[in-house]
C-alpha cells in the first residue's frame, strides 16, 4: 500500500458534497479496521487496499448523499412548525454496509436499517454498530424478496437503498414494497440505459414513478456511475414482492 486510509479520506474529501468532521474520520478508520479484521474469518468484500475502501467503499456510498439532503429538506418543509421526523432508510442486501451503514455515520439522524440475507455479515455489522457505539441503526436478517411482506417493515421507509448487480425490475420489486407512499427507492448503478427502459413495467405495477436519472463519474476516476431515483406514489400491490426465486426467474417486464 503507498498511502494509509486517513491519507485517502483526506484525498477524496475535496470531491465529496460534505466535509468529514473528526468524529466520523476516526469512525471510518474504525470501521476499516474492523473490515479487514473480519474479512479474514469471512468473505465480506473483495476490495481491502487503502484506496479501494476509501474511494470504491466509502466514497461511492455517499455519492447519494444529494437525494437524502433534498428529502430531508422536503421533510423539514413539511413540517415546519414541528420537529421532523427522522428519515427511516432500508439498505436492501446491505452485505459489508455500503451504502447504509457509511450513511449513518455521516448523516447520525437518519434512521438506517440493514437488511441481509447472511448471518454471518449480520454479525459483522453488529459488531460495527456497538465498537462505534452508533444508535438508531438496526440490523434485520432477511432475504430481499422476504423483507417488503414483513409488516414492521412494508411501506415503512422514507428511503430504500440498493447498491447490487440486480438488474432494476429485481431491485425495484425488493425495495419498493418497503417505501412508503411519497418515499424514493434509490438505484446505485455503474451505467443502466437499458435497464431503465426495462424497468417501466415494474415500477409502474410496484406504484413507482418516472425515474430520474443522475449520470456522473466516480469524481477522481473514470467510473461511470448512475443514480436511479423513484418515488411511490401508490401502494404496491399485496401480491409483491413475489415469493423467493420468483423475482429474479421472471423479473417484471
Not at 220 to 232: F, L, V
Request: proline residues 7%.
Amino acid at each position: 500500500m503507498t498511502d494509509d486510509l486517513g491519507g485517502w479520506l483526506d484525498k477524496i474529501e475535496p470531491y465529496l458534497t460534505e466535509p468529514f468532521n473528526p468524529l466520523q474520520k476516526t469512525q471510518l478508520l474504525t470501521y476499516a479496521r474492523i473490515l479487514r479484521e473480519w474479512n479474514e474469518k469471512i468473505n465480506l468484500t473483495a476490495i481491502l487496499d487503502d484506496e479501494g475502501i476509501a474511494v470504491r467503499h466509502f466514497q461511492d456510498s455517499l455519492t447519494i448523499l444529494p437525494e437524502l439532503r433534498l428529502l430531508q429538506m422536503e421533510r423539514n418543509s413539511l413540517n415546519a412548525e414541528h420537529a421532523p421526523k427522522p428519515l427511516i432508510l432500508a439498505d436492501v442486501g446491505t452485505g459489508a454496509g455500503f451504502p447504509g451503514l457509511v450513511i449513518k455515520i455521516i448523516c447520525p439522524e437518519i434512521e438506517v436499517i440493514l437488511i441481509d440475507a447472511l448471518a454471518k455479515r449480520l454479525k459483522f455489522l453488529d459488531a460495527v454498530i456497538t465498537e462505534l457505539n452508533l444508535q438508531g441503526v438496526y440490523t434485520i436478517h432477511a432475504r430481499a424478496e422476504d423483507a417488503g411482506r414483513k409488516p414492521e417493515l412494508r411501506e415503512q421507509c422514507d428511503i430504500a437503498v440498493a447498491r447490487a448487480v440486480a438488474n432494476l425490475p429485481v431491485l425495484a420489486e425488493y425495495c419498493l414494497p418497503l417505501v412508503r407512499r411519497g418515499g424514493t427507492f434509490l438505484a446505485m448503478k455503474a451505467q443502466a440505459e437499458d435497464e431503465i427502459n426495462e424497468s417501466k413495467k415494474a415500477i409502474a405495477v410496484l406504484g413507482g414513478e418516472t425515474p430520474t436519472v443522475r449520470q456522473f463519474l466516480l469524481p477522481g476516476t473514470d467510473m461511470n456511475r448512475t443514480i436511479i431515483a423513484i418515488r411511490k406514489g401508490k401502494q404496491t400491490p399485496p401480491a409483491y414482492p413475489r415469493k423467493a426465486g420468483k423475482v429474479e426467474q421472471t423479473p417484471l417486464k
